[in-house]
């Protein structure tokens, strides 16, 4: 039997439906029941359970007699020609529900949040790999010696597995391409022909135990989550408990894999299998294809939540095991309707609606066995609210005030980011009265993308003045953009300010120190009399644009979780709440300030602390930290607790006293004048020193990188939905 063959079988085959009642006699005949009927992943999840502890031995090799049976059974079956496709099923099945658990028990979530002990995990994982090196032996043997040496069922397993590593980012590269697609060409590397299994498990085990980010999570120097849609199992197993998407991350999902519009029923090795599609979907509402424009914004959302529903899945283990601490996966509303407070709350109850059907039937098999006691059901999701308006205070309370957790994003400022602070403590101060255990919670910090407006500006303003000075503006112009490769776009542009504008963008004049601006600033004499000098000055700017997301990150994380500071806020939230010392400690707890949009490994590395704070990574932003961690230079303990840090003094100075720029970065730098009294009032009694000229709610709209973040956002979300209107006309027109 040729690989190609094999492929030909197994990548048609759909998981089967699995019924309820669950027959299952006990956890080892559950996991082999869901395994063979093609759930291997929720299978080998089903073991990542605090009340497996002490009993992982003994299932596993439960799970292994069981499945021995039936695996050396349909290798004979097969040497009679008997019902080939069936017996290649369980074959596959068999072996990939082991290479999962395997994976599983590799992977920090068993150790660090399931508590497995390391001699427990050791033990079973020997179990797992001495029966696949039989089972492979067993595929290029034949039970009767009739094989031919190969083994095209365990290589598709592991091509299968790896795949999914390489599609991140595969449809939309930036350099220097994702972590995952490098950690995939390592293991192949490692992957000996006649032995196919082991030799990936052992190459996987290093690329996954080695990781920079393993590391640093498994000695508590941060958490860590994806900014993307896919990959999330190798990341979970890196250390990664968290995940961030908004408009534009779901449709790069659906570039990168593509069968999510045909429904996650018919892959059996990648994402979990028990989600909808969305053709079934639209199968259930005939309306939509009578009028399918009427209903763009629902079909949108639904096509959000074929994407996002693997996700929440994949993350569903380690939420059950932390109590909603770890696995919450941010949605992002509608941004569109960012500003209306009611439609924004209403959209959100009817997602976390559908999230709560879905997994009262997910967790029926996941958690099937185990106590009665655990919460079935309730999604591990927070809803991104954008705070593009004042209304997302009143979204953010309103919904934390019900146990649904918010992630504010499209937040830039000091002064934003603290009030929004205040509107999670308000409403899960409501939430905690009420009986209701909060969720983690977020609070982004878009750093790289205030540096980029930032950067933007000043390149505005610096291109300005240069082209004053040059006889015509009209070809310099012309020449710096095609230097910089953007000739195109700035010959489309009807203004020469939009002609500015685009050749400033940051997709191509960052860093500012690009020597093509160097020669025309130096042409036009500014900045200095020479070119060397002009060099040194943006490369300094370049500097301290690249540090502003990160002060902000610190000062946030510093007015609210600081040694001195937190200890106020607890005592404040008891006192104005009514709450015990228990509540106040679980209201500010799961606070969490998150650094997203990150254009170099410093911008993490900078900002670590062992709690409240979760770093969300970008793939490529993923690669450049492992890079930076293979350096001779880096020592990772150098940066444990690096947030606490203070700024550097000569970056901030220089950022706030730029005359073109200043004014921009004291508006996100400091406090306004109600917050200092807010903070006075928590105890915080040098609260004058954040300074009081920050931005009020009212103008957080009028921010540049908040205009500049809604437009790409309510871009994306249009070209998202009209893409998903038209596959539901598609479909129609089959019908």
């Known amino acids: 039997m040729t690989i190609r063959h094999v492929r030909e079988i197994l990548s048609s085959a759909a998981p089967e439906e699995l ?10 005949d559950h996991v082999v029941w869901l395994a063979l009927k093609g759930h291997t992943r929720i299978a080998a999840d089903h073991l990542l359970h605090k009340e497996m502890i002490g009993h992982l031995k003994e299932t596993v090799g439960r799970i292994i007699r069981a499945l021995n049976i039936k695996f050396n059974n349909s290798m004979m079956q097969l040497a009679e020609g008997q019902e080939e496709r069936r017996h290649v099923l369980t ?28 001699e427990e995990i050791e033990r079973a994982l020997e179990l797992i790999k001495n029966t696949l090196e039989s089972w492979e032996m067993v595929e290029r043997k034949g039970i009767f010696g009739e094989g031919d040496g190969n083994a095209p069922i365990a290589k598709f397993v592991v091509e299968e597995n790896l795949s999914e590593m390489k599609k991140v980012m595969s449809k939309f590269y930036i350099e220097p391409g994702s972590m995952l697609s490098y950690l995939a060409e390592n293991i192949e590397k490692e992957i000996e022909e006649n032995s196919i299994l082991l030799s990936f498990l052992n190459g996987t085990k290093e690329q996954i135990q080695e990781n920079v980010y393993y590391k640093m999570a498994e000695r508590d120097m941060c958490k860590f989550g994806n900014d993307y849609a896919l990959g999330l199992r190798w990341l979970r197993h890196i250390g990664y408990v968290q995940v961030s998407t908004n408009p534009s991350l779901a449709a790069i999902a659906y570039e990168d894999e593509p069968s999510l519009w ?10 979990e299998n028990l989600c909808t599609d969305l053709e ?24 959000t939540e074929v994407a996002i529903w693997p996700n929440l899945a994949i993350f569903r283990p380690i ?70 308006s004042s209304t997302a205070i009143d979204i953010t309370t309103v919904l934390e005030s019900h146990g649904i957790g918010t992630n504010n994003t499209v937040t830039f400022a000091v002064s934003q980011e603290t009030r929004l602070i205040l509107a999670k403590i308000e409403g899960r101060a409501q939430a905690i009265k009420r009986g209701i255990l909060p969720t983690t919670v977020y609070e982004t910090n878009m750093g790289g993308r205030l540096d980029d407006h930032i950067r933007e500006h000043k390149a ?51 860093p500012i120190n690009r020597e093509a601006f160097i020669e025309l600033l130096a042409k036009a004499g500014i900045l200095g009399d020479s070119k060397e000098e002009i060099a040194k000055r943006l ?48 209201v500010l707890r799961a606070i969490h300030v998150l650094p997203a949009s990150k ?92 300074g009081t000229g920050g931005l009020h709610p009212s103008e957080w709209a009028e921010l540049g990188s908040t205009k500049k973040t809604m437009l790409e956002f309510s871009n994306s979300y249009e070209k998202f939905k009209k893409k998903c209107l038209e596959h539901v006309r598609k479909w129609r027109e089959n019908l």
């Open 19 to 28: 019924e309820y009642p669950v027959p299952s006699t006990d956890h080892s």
């Open 91 to 118: 074959l596959a099945r068999s072996y990939d529900l082991l290479v999962q658990t395997a994976l599983n028990f590799f992977g920090l979530e068993s150790r660090k949040i399931v508590g497995f002990p390391e």
């Open 262 to 271: 045909e429904g996650y029923k018919t892959k059996q090795f990648g994402a």
């Open 280 to 303: 079934s979907i639209s199968n259930e509402h005939p309306e939509w294809r009578g009028d399918p424009e009427g209903y763009g914004d629902e079909i949108a959302a639904y096509g």
């Open 319 to 388: 939420a059950i095991a932390s109590d909603m601490f770890h696995g919450m996966i941010s949605l992002q509303l509608n941004p569109n309707t960012a500003d209306d407070c009611e439609k924004s709350i209403m959209d959100a109850f009817k997602i976390y609606s559908d999230a709560e059907k879905f997994f009262k039937k997910y967790d029926m098999y996941l958690l099937w066995g185990y106590s009665k006691d655990i919460e079935r059901g309730r999604p591990n999701i927070v809803f991104k609210v954008a705070g593009s």
């Open 460 to 510: 505005e303003r610096l291109l300005k003045k240069a082209l004053e000075k040059v006889k015509d503006k009209g070809k310099a112009l012309e020449e710096l953009a095609e230097k910089l490769g953007c000739l195109e776009d700035v010959k489309g542009a009807e203004s020469m300010d939009e002609k500015i504008r685009t050749v400033c963008h940051r997709r191509y004049l960052r």
């Open 539 to 586: 490369s300094e700017l370049e500097r301290s644009i690249s540090y502003g997301g990160i002060c902000v990150t610190k000062r946030v994380h510093e007015i609210f979780f600081s040694s001195e500071n937190m200890p106020k806020w607890l005592v404040y939230i008891q006192s104005k709440y009514g709450l015990t010392e228990d509540q106040a400690e679980k």
């Open 599 to 690: 254009r170099k490994s410093a911008e993490t590395l900078e900002t670590l602390a062992n709690e409240h704070i979760v770093h969300t990574e970008f793939p490529n932003h993923q690669k450049n930290v492992l890079m930076r961690s293979k350096e001779s230079d880096f020592s990772m303990e150098e940066y444990r607790n690096s947030v606490t840090e203070p700024p550097n003094q000569e970056l901030l100075t220089r950022l706030l006293n730029d005359e073109d720029v200043g004014g921009i970065f004291r508006g996100v730098w400091e406090l306004t004048p109600y917050l200092v009294k807010k903070l006075k009032k928590a105890g915080i009694s040098d609260a004058e020193k954040y």
